[in-house]
């Protein structure tokens, strides 16, 4: 257990007993002590749910935050058995709840299947980490009862409530404030992740209520993963409806649906083991690309698109805008992770296992709807013929040819650092050329490089490669990171640690961060998702009085200042321009004094559909992003006008 939770065995077992080991090692448990870590006891809880649901007892999951910020879990299934358990001369909700090996024990009794990561002590778990947790249990005819405090401890024998028809068991705690840096639990973290289960086990109803907010949500997909497709291709024109594929062997269940779309040049393959979701992929994410390369590649010869001579198109032209949901479900006697954050699927057998049952589903696809394969052939082609083009021209740019846009007049405006060490180097991209002096004149030019980008960038949400290739910004762009592009590009090439983008702190300025973004997302990931993307903060007033002065970065810091030095002067910013560059270095650009934000993707998936309905065609999904999402609400106690007043 201490090593892997993944090897948990009977040995193990005995060295842990108490939940006291949990609380002292909460990491190892739950990995974190953070919101993350937070969250994961709610994902225990349902987990075990789910688990139910799925052995064929229970229809309804039922989550409830409450106002004291404890969380409350309810299923429909069976009840948690109530009896003595056989061994432990215990009542058994005792054992699950108040040994970490419950789990381990039912798993031997043939009664128990898991869907979450800690095997089954997820139950002990959570009490070992909460302040308190009560339970009721709706079993034969009776109410079984019994509260936990303080990390699982026993204060009071379990009740009977009374009686009652109905069976299921309800799960109420309070996280423990003394063990987790943030107690109170996010509402869409909570919604996301119940909706993601909802997909993936069609007919089970889960509900969220938040009783802070008031704010509900429930969740029935009876098409599963076909609605899980459609909820990631919206706004990205699909050339076809979603086909549900599903096929079983040596007891490991495979379900897929896969959708091509015209708008998505990106490949978002997602995959789930028991409904766990394996963000780095392994053995069946393998099966599954390996099948689809398989079964175009042999279609396509078949109607004769490829001819003898022709080369195999190759897997990466044929993923080519392909979305796909793939779960499988795993016994627990095959499952094994890999990875340092388990993340990975290990288990060879399900390599072998997907492949056959996803080409064999694909080959029928394919056979039965000929229109739509000759559109995912002549994708797949177009796919190549545009790689080939990138890198015809990429060769270009490398070797001195001016194929590439003419960045005569913007690579001359690079001004780069005076030592070359990419691994402490700082790289700039400013907003307007006013802007740019100032950063110019500011910046330590031993370690950072200013790039000046002049008007709008393209906004890359919507083209190709080969056009963002004649950009002169963008090329510019590529040029001073130096780690090529697309899918040769390679972050650890980079010429920069940091790469800050600095523009004015009004809606033109946050349009601009959003076109870098949607670019860096699609042909610089790695650069996101190894955190060298960052954003500049300004502030947004200088506070002069009689012996200094300082800056404000909100209203309510202004407003603080201003009461705090009495006889000043103000001077709001309205772009980086106003700043001279004594002052853009010291609130802005040192190490010392500045603040970055660090661009994160928690959630590619997520990122990239919100991407797409921020930056695609589609005005409806905009405009119902942008009301669900905006806050209208402006503070309006010290406005914009008070400030008017001391200028
Ligand atoms: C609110 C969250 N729900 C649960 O945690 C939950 C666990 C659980 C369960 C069984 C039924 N419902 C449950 N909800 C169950 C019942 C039976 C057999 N296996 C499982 C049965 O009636 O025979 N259990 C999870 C672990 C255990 N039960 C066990 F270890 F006690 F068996």
Known sequence: MAKNVNS???????????LDAVRKRPGMYIGSTDAKGLHHLVWEIVDNAIDEALSGYGDKIIVNIHIDNSIEVIDNGRGIPTGMHKTEH?????VIFNTLHAGGKFDEAGGYKVSGGLHGVGSSVVNALSEWLELTIHRDGKIYHQVFKNGGKIIEKPKNLGDTKRTGSAIKFKPDPKIFSSTIFDYKTIATRLKESAFLIKGLCIELND???????????????????????????PLH????????????????????????YNENILSFVNNIRTRDGGTHEVGFRTAMTRAINDHARMVGALKDKDPNLDGADIREGLTAVISIRVPEKLLQFEGQTKNKLGTPEAKL?????????????LAERGQIANSIISKSIKAAKAKEAARKARDDVRMGKQKMAKPA????????????NPQLNELFIVEGDSAGGSAKLGRDSKFQAILPLRGKVLNTAKVKLEEVLKNEE???????????IGS??????SNYRRIIIMTDADTDGAHIQTLLLTFFFRYMRELIENGYIYIATPPLYKISYKTGHEYAWTDEELREKVNKYKNVQIQRYKGLGEMNATQLKETTMDPANRTLIQVEISEVSAAEKEMMILMGDDVDPRREWIETNVSFDFDDNFTLEDVEQYE
């Open 241 to 264: 409806d979603a086909p549900f594929f599903v096929g079983n062997s040596q007891g490991i269940q495979v379900e897929a649906s896969i959708q091509y779309c015209e708008s998505a």
């Open 90 to 94: 215990l009542p058994t909700p005792q």
């Open 409 to 420: 007049n913007l690579i001359g405006k690079l001004v780069p650092p005076q030592t070359k």
């Open 353 to 365: 296992i997907v492949e056959q049952i996803i080409y064999d589903n694909v080959k029928t696809f």
């Open 488 to 493: 040769d590009f390679d972050y650890t090439k």
């Open 8 to 18: 948990y065995n009977e040995d193990s077992i005995q060295v842990l007993q108490g």
């Open 474 to 484: 963008l090329v510019s762009l590529i040029n001073a990171i130096g780690a090529g």
């Open 211 to 237: 009783l802070r907010t008031k704010k509900s949500v429930s969740y029935l997909f009876q098409n599963g993963l076909v609605e899980f497709i459609n909820s990631l291709t919206q706004g990205k024109n």
